[in-house]
């Protein structure tokens, strides 16, 4: 059974595999596997791109999405959609012909509808380079190595670490995806009076249950902390000979830049 696994840390959004997909389908005819893909309007393998944050500090999400060639279905409505041997799900061009249908009924909204054609498409895995001992066109193109696609046993250690995304319960997806990046938490810190970024100070987060991370700020007084999940969280920061912070009740619910922060020095003047 094949698989995609995707490495969003490797996927710099160069769109080489959306337009590796319009390079092989769109003017091929590859009947009996797929009509022609229409020049405009159709994304079988699309890149989604997320901005998290707040200037300046902010991160672009990557995320090449496709049919998610599903173990159970949803848009296997009638006999015009199958489930192949080898995972992969195809849409009958012939038998599917004015099944608006079909496209409806996927919830990942990765069906397309050819109006010239009256036909739903959506990515099949290039089923037809497969069969001949190939693999789909996107992965073939990716220069950075961020899309993977073989066999289920192959990519075990992967999948293990992966995450799916899953809109409604039992699609059973067959992509998998790496290195997701979540949400962070970031933040700077600095010293008015000498006007300079403060390097190495000690910043800790906490969540909710308690868990906590430390990580140091860097030469330009950033701290980040990634690959978070939406919580309530706690940071405090401290630097010998400086004033430490402590920042309570953060709501987590999109990535978050906290700031800069003025920590003052500490008077180390003796009293006399
Ligand atoms: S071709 Fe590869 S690196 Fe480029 S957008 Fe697609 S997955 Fe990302
Ligand atoms: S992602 Fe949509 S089109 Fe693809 S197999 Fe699942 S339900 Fe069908």
Known sequence: ??????????????????LACKDEHCGNDWMPYQKPQPETGHFWMKVNQTTHGQVPKVKIEYQPYMCMQCDNPKCAICDAVTKRPDGLVAIDPIKAEGRRDIMEACPYGAIYWNEELNIPQKCDGCAHLVDAGEIPHCVDMCVTEALKFGDEEDFAEEIARATQIIPEDGCRPRVYYLNAPGLFIGGAVFNSEIDECLEGATVTLTDQTGAATTVQSDDWGDFWFRHLVPGTYKVEIALDGYEGKVIEDIVLDKSLNLGDFDLPKVDTTPLI
């Open 1 to 18: 059974m094949k698989v995609f696994v995707i490495d969003q840390a490797r996927c710099n959004g160069c769109h080489g595999c959306q």
